[in-house]
């Protein structure tokens, strides 16, 4: 796992890779949705690239740090920079298995909602019906990134905090069907296979083979990604892992 820090000059650094579960310092995780040409990447931000700091996902990741360091957090984690995804395909393979984990143990997980905006707001819930649609509630990775973390906070593209996932639990439960108690973070493993594989229902990704991959912390269960190999048979494989799990 690599983190990003923030030194007394406002520089951001990454950490080395750290390998043991003890070494890892507490950190904030960031949950959003990518814009196609706006996100960061590991070698820009390491390069520390004049172009990098253009684009919105710049913004975002400076949005997770501030919040971060609010709550006297000094570290974060970010899935478009973090992970050096252009040359090191072992690193990619290691991050979609342990993605669940990592949200998991960070103290905070800040959802940055891009399509929710707080600026004209008329009154305290003006911008809800936008909560309600928001695509981050149409992607296939932000599941694992609802449920993992005991802690997650909502935010408008300004910053705003809208509510907790305990203070939104009902609007939420509403959104995607998810019982109150895998919210309240019941195991998952206290719930059906096949309860759990619906909460992926009307979910899309980038690449369709993602769609299962998404799932593997959700059933607890290693599987190394194969590209390629379309959405039909990732699902035939993650149901082969979870039916050996069960056995």
């Known amino acids: ?45 390491r390069n520390d690239c004049d172009a990098a700091k253009q684009k919105s ?21 970010v899935d478009t920079c973090c992970i050096n995804k252009a040359i090191d395909i072992t690193e990619v393979q290691h991050a979609i298995n342990s993605m669940f984990k990592w949200y998991q143990r960070a103290v905070e997980c800040y ?26 509630f149409t992607r296939g990775w932000t599941l694992q990134e609802l449920l993992a973390p005991r802690d997650v906070i909502f935010f408008s593209r300004e910053g705003i905090r809208l509510g907790t996932k305990t203070t939104l639990e009902q609007q939420i439960h ?5 019982p109150h108690s895998a919210l309240r973070g019941t195991p998952l493993s206290e719930f059906g296979v096949e309860e759990r594989l619906s909460w992926i229902g009307g979910r ?17 269960v ?12 990732a699902f035939r494989r993650l149901r082969k892992e979870i039916g050996e799990l069960y056995e």
């Open 174 to 178: 509403e959104i995607t069907s998810i």
């Open 57 to 77: 996902g710049y913004d975002k990741i400076w949005f997770c740090m501030r919040q971060a360091q609010r709550a006297n957090l000094h570290h974060i984690w």
């Open 1 to 45: 796992m690599r983190l990003l820090a923030c030194d007394g000059n406002g520089k951001l650094s990454f950490t080395k890779d750290i390998t043991k579960d003890a070494e890892i310092p507490p950190y904030a995780i960031l949950s959003h949705t990518w814009q196609e040409g706006q996100e960061v990447t590991f070698d820009e931000l």
């Open 204 to 220: 899309e990704t980038s690449r369709e083979e993602d769609k299962a991959y998404s799932l593997l912390g959700i059933f607890d």
């Open 222 to 233: 290693f599987m190394l990604p194969n590209y390629g190999e379309r959405e039909a048979n």
């Open 111 to 136: 959802v940055y909602l891009s399509d929710v905006s707080t600026r004209n707001d008329s009154s305290d819930s003006a911008w809800e019906p936008a909560f309600r649609t928001s695509r981050w």
